[in-house]
T-cell receptor
Framework: NAGVMQNPRHLVRRRGQEARLRCSPV?????VYWYRQLPEEGLKFMVY????????ESGMPKERFSAEFPKEGPSILRIQQVVRGDSAAYFC????????????FGEGSRLTVL | GENVEQHPSTLSVQEGDSAVIKCTYS??????FPWYKQELGKRPQLIID?????GEKKDQRIAVTLNKTAKHFSLHITETQPEDSAVYFC???????????FGKGTKLSVKP
């Protein structure tokens, strides 16, 4: 009965490289949310996806960031041409339904940009 | 959109004392308010939640109260223990999509 699985747990990239973070939701959950947490700060909503659809990306920067949740496989958050300010913990959460608010978080992926 | 304010940002108590953390929200349509505990380097974990059809909920040493009129809710931890030391986040559900808007967190330190 696995929870939300995120990988990699730690990722180091140089400025200008691409970062790709993966999230496998709880089995049976079809709603995925991505949050970003800067050091010593709270969680900021980035994007909400259902299978094959982006429902709300209002918290995601317009450039360099993209997310997908394909029919098969994990959800992926992609950051192109990373900059130092992208260094943060990225948490994925899943939910069994859209309007419950009951989110189950993964352990996060910690991105460090050199 | 929803905005959640949380106070205090840090809280230090002696073991056995009570701790209270307060949050306010802006969207009167919000109807779900969870609290998460996050230990250093770990994922946020749900510890208690409340929906807008009740005013109080209790689970052993933890309780949450909700005042819909004033748009604020609070977390109460009684008989605190050193293992309660962590960062606590309040949140409010925005709209009907299940998205949570979080407060900035309260770092609770329980001194033995």
């Amino acid at each position: 009965n696995a929870g939300v699985m995120q990988n990699p747990r730690h990722l180091v990239r140089r400025r200008g490289q691409e970062a790709r973070l993966r999230c496998s939701p709880v089995k049976g959950h079809s709603h995925v949310y991505w949050y970003r947490q800067l050091p010593e700060e709270g969680l900021k909503f980035m994007v909400y996806l259902q299978k094959e659809n982006i429902i709300d990306e209002s918290g995601m920067p317009k450039e360099r960031f993209s997310a997908e949740f394909p029919k098969e496989g994990p959800s992926i958050l992609r950051i192109q041409q990373v900059v130092r300010g992208d260094s943060a913990a990225y948490f994925c959460a899943s939910s069994p339904a859209a309007n419950t608010g009951e989110l189950f978080f993964g352990e996060g992926s910690r991105l460090t940009v050199l | 959109g929803e905005n959640v304010e949380q106070h205090p940002s840090t809280l230090s108590v002696q073991e056995g004392d009570s701790a209270v953390i307060k949050c306010t929200y802006s969207d009167s349509a919000s109807n779900y308010f969870p609290w998460y505990k996050q230990e250093l380097g770990k994922r946020p974990q749900l510890i208690i939640d409340i929906r807008s059809n009740v005013g109080e909920k209790k689970d052993q040493r933890i309780a949450v109260t909700l005042n819909k009129t004033a748009k604020h809710f609070s977390l109460h931890i009684t008989e605190t223990q050193p293992e309660d030391s962590a960062v606590y986040f309040c949140a409010a559900m925005e709209g009907s999509q299940g998205n949570l808007i979080f407060g900035k967190g309260t770092k609770l330190s329980v001194k033995p």
